[in-house]
């Protein structure tokens, strides 16, 4: 079945440190590919996605970038705040518009 | 933005009673709503896909008689976990698909509710 694998955590990171989070994918057809963030005691919000191969998510300065290829869609930001530490699940679409998600990385940056 | 709610945050309960966890979208009906699970370091899995005005389709190895999903209006969406054990005990997260924006894949998260069973 479909299956999403990204890199484990926790991540940390000085303020202003380039930021890769791995992310790969096992589907069936073509996905759509999302990244989520879960700051501290909120819910998921969608952070980026993207629905075809070679297509670029952005958002806050995060991307992400669906390469068919390598079954690959990291996350990139080049230059973290404090406040984007969070947990950021990587995710593909089904058939039925359900979620699978990856096992989430925790990302901390400090001052 | 869109808002979805969910109500209790936390619950403790006593193994053999039975929990209900509301979802809510506040502000948007919602056509469709799912249920997540997710164990602590792991992944959220999809338990159920809930369709307003008909019955839940369960992912494999969901029971349906334990996880009963109600989704009576396009706003409210009902987790009730009957006999709860111990091994029940667990993050639940529900989200809440725009009415028409299933398509385009949106979906709006709940905070979640932590069940403990003692």
């Known amino acids: 079945g479909d299956s999403v694998t990204q890199m484990e955590g926790p991540v940390t990171l000085s303020e202003e440190a380039f930021l890769t989070i791995n992310c790969t994918y096992t589907?069936?057809?073509?996905?759509?590919l999302f990244w989520y963030v879960q700051y501290p005691g909120e819910g998921l919000q969608l952070l980026l996605k993207?629905?075809?191969?070679?297509d670029k998510g952005s958002n806050k300065g995060f991307e992400a970038t669906y390469r068919k290829e390598t079954t690959s869609f990291h996350l990139e930001k080049g230059s973290v705040q404090v406040s984007d530490s969070a947990v950021y699940f990587c995710?593909?679409?089904?058939?039925?518009?359900?979620?699978?998600f990856g096992k989430g990385t925790s990302l901390l940056v400090t001052p | 933005g869109a808002v979805v709610s969910q109500h209790p945050s936390r619950v403790i309960c006593k193994s053999g009673t039975s929990v209900k966890i509301e979802c809510r979208s506040l502000?948007?009906?919602?056509?469709?709503m799912f249920w997540y699970r997710q164990f602590p370091k792991q992944s959220l899995m999809l338990m159920a896909t809930?369709?307003?005005?008909?019955?839940?389709?369960?992912e494999q190895g969901v029971e349906k008689d334990k996880f009963l999903i109600n989704h009576a209006s396009l706003t409210l969406s009902t987790l009730t976990v009957t006999s709860a054990h111990p091994e029940d005990s667990s993050f639940y997260i529900c989200?809440?698909?725009?009415?028409?924006?299933?398509?385009?894949?949106?979906?709006?998260f709940g905070p979640g509710t932590r069940l403990l069973v003692l």
């Open positions: 993207a629905t075809k191969a070679d």
């Open positions: 995710a593909l679409s089904d058939r039925r518009y359900a979620l699978n």
């Open positions: 502000d948007f009906q919602a056509t469709t």
């Open positions: 809930s369709n307003e005005g008909s019955k839940a389709t369960y």
């Open positions: 589907a069936t057809g073509y996905p759509s």
């Open positions: 989200s809440a698909a725009p009415e028409g924006r299933v398509l385009q894949m949106t979906q709006y």
